[in-house]
């Protein structure tokens, strides 16, 4: 596969990603659980839960990529997501 190619395959997989941010998360849920719980609405490609560097506590919010347009759109319609009692704040992230 030549350079030109591969950039190209490169560029029509990150087109395909749709990433969200994911706010009000409880301090408890760990990006293993944030993926599970997210899976139901499509296949995810990954999730990141960021945690405070000094303390290793959860800052309360992370990330979440669908792999599919149908996976991403599905979440942000369910307009209710609830874990561990606390309702979280969906938007599409910038970057």
Do not use: C
């Not at 993926?35 to 139901?40: D, E, N, Q």
């Not at 149908?70 to 309702?87: I, K, P, Q, S, W």
Request: glycine share 10%; net charge positive.
């Amino acid at each position: 596969m030549s350079s030109s190619t591969a950039a190209a395959a490169a560029g029509s997989i990150a087109r395909g990603v749709q990433k969200l941010f994911v706010g009000n998360l409880p301090w408890t849920i760990s990006t293993k659980e944030l993926k599970a719980y997210f899976s139901k609405y499509g296949h995810v490609h990954s999730t990141n839960v960021i945690y405070d560097k000094t303390t290793g506590i959860s800052r309360g919010y992370g990330f979440i990529v669908f792999s599919t347009r149908e996976g991403f759109a599905n979440a942000t319609n369910n307009r209710l997501h609830v874990l561990e009692g606390r309702v979280l704040e969906l938007q599409p992230a910038t970057s």
